[in-house]
């Protein structure tokens, strides 16, 4: 589409959108929301009938240095909870009708081999970043790829994306603050629930760690020198929903700076992305100012797993039901103002 293209389109889902009866703008951000996912799909008559929920698991050397308040292996445990469909994004999903897939992207320790699960293991868990880098140029190409391939091959009308990986909130806070600039103390929050001392010694030890590497990094080194596999392929599947003109439901902290990374890849792709809660880990808000985005709901949630992302799919489909099936003025025989003839 062209420039011209795209304003002329952009004008007849507007007119679409005041046409319906309803005063105009009374359905808020719904209206905004329809917008978008009509630019998205390229239609008038968006269709938003089945969501997936992809969760990417994988572990953090960093863990290992004691950022986070619970010990590595909750993230393999974690993994099992979610093929047995006991945690909070396996409850939430089946209440709303969708399916979860579940990636090993590199939990630390050995293969799975669990049924169900999705072996895209990259390494047994990153490298601790206060040591060196994370993963190698590589394998970070390695997760991009199978992160491309998992949405290729994943259905939806909407690709909503969660992660597990402890310590991960510490690996989004560093990646935020080298891809952002935004300083490491606005970035740096309590995770699973670190007390003060903790969220001093979480930040203490990634000062240090942002020290280790000097000098302006290209996104790309930015990955590989700090992680974490599930990050790196949640931004891979992300970039390639977009790039396939499907909307991606962008879920808490560490799911956003995965967003992050995926915009600085490939900048096109920030138009289908729908922000769908800000979480209570002190970050995020920051991240997407940066980002200018803003999220559907706030609910002081901080549990990632794809959690808010999963609320917020119910408004998308209602955005795209809103322009798709509303009647119009003129369809439903409505006086659409104090001026109207009828
Ligand atoms: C039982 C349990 C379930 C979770 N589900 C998501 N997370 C969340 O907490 C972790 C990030 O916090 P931090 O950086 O402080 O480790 C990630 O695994 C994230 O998905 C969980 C954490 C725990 C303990
Ligand atoms: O915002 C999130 O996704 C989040 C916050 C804290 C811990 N785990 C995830």
Known sequence: MTDQDRAAFRASVQHAIDTKTKPPGSLGRIEDLAMQVALVQRSLTPRMAQCTLTIFAADHGIATEGVSAFPQAVTRQMVGNFLAGGAAANVFAAQLGIAVQVVDAGVAGPAMAAPGLIDRRV??????????PAMTPAQVEQALAAGTAIAGATSGDALAFGEMGIGNTATAAILAHKLTALPLD????????LDDAGVTRKHDILARAAARVAGTLTPMEVLAEYGGFEIVMMAGAMRATAQAGRVVLVDGFIATVAALAAVQLAPEIRPALVFAHQSAEAGHSIVLEWLQAQPLLSLDMRLGEGTGALLAWPMVQAAAAMLRDMASFDS?????GVDSED
């Open 123 to 132: 390494g047994a868990g990153t490298a601790s970043f206060l040591r060196g």
């Open 186 to 193: 606005v970035l740096v929050g309590r995770g699973t629930g």
């Open 332 to 336: 439903a025989g409505v006086s659409s």
